[in-house]
């Protein structure tokens, strides 16, 4: 069975702090895809990356960067320098080859981590 | 613009009443889906279709029915035996969902209250 833990429902910092949002993972499968996706209050689903379990290599795109390391299960998200553009719901997933040969594999979303950036 | 449009964005149903929830896409995707949000939840999945006229229960799909008659379109029926409706509801769409590497695209969402 697959899982998505968040632990942090919430976080609370300050403009131009530094912050991390944790995502670990459980799946039995040694082939599967790792995302992560934003929904600000308008509450559209934004997606942000996309991370192979094959590629270990850690992601930065501006402000975000992406920690992945299989030793732990994890796929952490740092955002560097936050603004309160950046308050929103985020939510962590995973995706797996489908069971019994069929090609759909499921993605299971973790509880998703509320993101509140004061100015 | 391509994207994924979803209507109404509120839907307000007295109990007993079946109600259907649009989706439609023009990203040329395969696959769509139909999530379930309650508050403090993650997303799940209620139904989705790799292709037209075919379509698999998720994970919570009783109460619920769907459609894929067209690439385009993938209605949601929210059922007068779904006990408790009141949710926000997500449809996505991508490319042939055999490669589980394609990311969904999501679209607006609608707000279902039971009265």
């Known amino acids: ?119 | 613009d391509g994207g994924i449009t979803q209507s109404p964005k509120y839907l307000f149903r007295k109990e007993g009443q079946n109600v259907t929830l649009s989706c439609e896409q023009n990203l040329n995707h395969d696959a769509m889906y139909w999530y379930r949000q309650d508050p403090g939840q993650g997303l799940r999945l209620i139904y989705y279709s790799q292709i037209v006229n075919d379509f698999q229960k998720g994970d919570i799909a009783e109460g619920y029915s769907v459609s894929r008659e067209k690439k385009e379109s993938f209605p949601l029926t929210v059922t007068s035996a779904q006990k408790n409706p009141t949710a926000f509801y997500l449809c996505a769409s991508s490319h042939f969902a055999g490669t589980e590497g394609n990311e969904q695209f999501f679209g607006p969402g609608t707000r279902l209250t039971v009265l």
């Open chain 1, 1 to 119: 069975a697959q899982k998505v833990t968040q632990a942090q429902t919430e976080i609370s910092v300050v403009e131009k702090e530094d912050v991390t949002l944790d995502c670990v993972y459980e799946t039995r499968d040694t082939t599967y895809y790792l995302f992560w996706y934003k929904q600000p209050p308008s509450g559209e689903l934004v997606f942000l990356i996309r991370r192979n379990s094959f590629d270990e290599q850690n992601e930065i795109s501006g402000r975000y960067s992406w920690n992945f390391q299989k030793s732990t299960s994890s796929f952490n998200f740092t955002i560097t320098a936050s603004q309160v553009v950046d308050s929103a719901v985020y939510f962590c997933a995973l995706r797996t080859r489908g069971a019994g040969g069929t090609s759909y594999g499921k993605l299971t979303f973790g509880q998703g981590t509320i993101l509140t950036v004061h100015p």
